[in-house]
């Protein structure tokens, strides 16, 4: 009956689909997380998964998000498709299957929002659900049961330099030691963990690994283990036990306290299953994307919950749309189960508790106005982008003007549905509160149990709370709830930094420290240098220190100067060294300095003395004497020839009396 009903709709609703046109919408700033999305152009398919980039603009700390904003909160590779079934051919607002990845291709599980680290997440596209919010209200109100259901955020999506709305970021369900906590089965115990999803064939891919139930011909997918995993025994193990669980259940004896259905499946989790699909009157509940998982050793689970877009008055067939009337009592599974008495017993004490807490209407509306708030002006945009309000996309009932409207109208739905749901679940032997109700459903509380951090951006975040009491504790700008920076720590040490290392490997140098001279024959060159800056020579025929450097037949046995190349004339050596006696002991010059093997020492005595040239190498042992000996007053020089030495930094010293003199040579060979 579902099939044929959502056949005919989509006929006639297809060619109305179509004609809705998408307007261009720029994005510049938004309360939300913003997703930005390359994918270099290519069309992202169905499967598999082509390889894109994403970023993502989030100021933690409550800022406003630009779109000229860096990607502050994540970048990196990602694996994209498009997902869905229904959604896909029907809605030009397209919902994706995203894989984080690292540059190699590989999974990367990373958290984001908040949400435990995994690679697998979904890209929820609310389109037909006007609110924007029925899926998330489902969740939320599905963990506040004690169950796992995914996490989510809402953000706002650039794909491909194009602005396509408002978007859920969500877990995709899978096998997870925060998602879906169930073991891998073993050989010697098949028991669990599994994780299947029910679906009719049409929206089973031919790639699933699935089995056809015997009893009432129902499709299960085993989406754990995985299909290149699972073992033929495995696959056995876990279709008799759904098939003898069926079997039991659509007998006569199904509640029977000892050979009954009671054997096969966690009650608790059922119970808390069909209450939220019931009150939320979820059109596909036992009949798509249904999951149902089994721990080793354990009963078969019902949940996660998944999929409420066509629930809350949301549906306009199979009489969905109704305040009044159940449709679980004729739904596979369920409709068995709400005929044991002892299962009826058991929802309607559960109903009367979550009625009383979580389910308050108070507290339902509290979580709308908290959406409707974080939605803000970016709902605008949205519709802006796909201007659908006041239009009928399938499988519209109501069909709202307004954003408002739509909102009033999904609380209202839910007001009158709890109406019904307590005239036939609340029990009549249960006082009711003498008093009045608090905020958070407590009889004459003091609404303590419900008031918190309400934001989920925040590090104290507070999932029971519907009450804001303003103690929200945000992380500064680039740090975590634990104070560890999650960007890139500058060369200062300062988190998302501008600091930078300069040529040198200096923080914020400006290349000094390694730029000079590169020439080692120039008299200021540098060693250290690695950028070539300005050299400086000495004048032909003189030093670096500006001594004049004669060799040769220009030279006495002293070393003076006996010609004109340094200004000298043709008077005798020993005029010339008279008139060139140093007025102080110095070293005058050493050349070449570097040198390989051979340099030439200058230095000059002002008066008749012993004198020491010593040469050390750079652990301070002494590897050469080149003079010891009394000379005369005037500049001597003397050669080192240290071509049995290897490279390296040497040291010649001068001792003569009270003078010492020390300089530093470079042997490179």
Known sequence: MYGLNINLKLIFIGLFIISIEAQEVTLTSTNLPIIVIDTDGEVIPDEPKIS???????????EINNITDPFNYYEGDIGIEIRGHSSQNLFPKKQYGLE????????????????????????????????????VLAYDIARSFGSYAPRTQFCEVILNNEYVGIYVFMEKIKKDSNRVNISD??????????????????KIDSTDNYFESESQGRFFVIKFPDKDDITVDQIAWITNYINTFESTLYSGSFNDPDIGYYQYIDSPSWVDYILLNEAFRNNDVFYSSTYLYKKKSGKLFAGPVWDFN???????????WLTEGSLLASTYLSSILLEDSSFV??????????????????????????????????????????????????????????????????????????IWMDSQLLLEDID?????????GVCNGNNSICTGCSYQSACNYDANATIDDGSCVFTEQFYDCDGNCITEIDCAGECNGLAKLDECGVCNGDNSTCTGCIDNTACNYNIDATIEGECEYAEENYDCDGNCIVTGENLDENGLDCSELCGGSDVSCLSIQELIIPQEYNISSIYPNPFNPVTNIIYGLPEHINVQI???????????????????????????????????????????GEFVNTQKLMLVK
């Not at 697998?120 to 659900?129: H, K, R, T």
């Not at 050989?187 to 679906?199: A, F, I, K, M």
Request: negative net charge; hydrophobic residues 35%.
């Open 310 to 320: 066509i629930a809350m008055g949301n549906v306009d067939y199979n009489d969905n």
């Open 100 to 135: 984080t990845r690292n540059s190699e291709g590989e999974n990367l599980n990373v958290s984001l929002f908040g949400i435990p680290k995994e690679n697998d997440w979904v890209l929820y596209a609310p389109y037909s659900d006007k609110s924007l919010m029925r899926n």
């Open 185 to 202: 089965p073993e050989p010697d115990n098949l028991s669990g963990g599994y994780l299947l999803e029910v679906n009719p064939l049409t």
């Open 614 to 656: 010593l040469v050390y190498d750079l652990s301070g042992q002494q590897v050469e004497t080149l003079i010891n000996e009394f000379q005369t007053p005037g500049y001597h020089s003397v050669n080192w020839d240290a071509d049995n030495l290897p490279t390296g930094v040497y040291f010649v010293k001068m001792v003569a």
């Open 52 to 62: 894109a980039r994403m970023g993502i603009i989030f100021n933690v700390s409550g």
């Open 432 to 440: 009711g509160c003498i008093g009045q109700l608090d905020e958070c």
């Open 345 to 418: 017993s058991a929802s309607q004490v559960r109903w009367n508790t979550l009625r009383n807490n979580q389910l308050t209407i108070s507290t339902i509306d509290s979580l709308i106005d908290d959406y409707v708030e974080l939605l803000g002006t970016a709902q605008e945009r949205n519709f802006e982008r796909w201007p659908i309000l006041g239009s009928d996309v399938w499988p519209n009932y109501y069909i709202g003007i307004t954003y408002e409207d739509e909102v009033n109208y999904l609380k209202q739905w839910i007001t009158d549905r709890f």
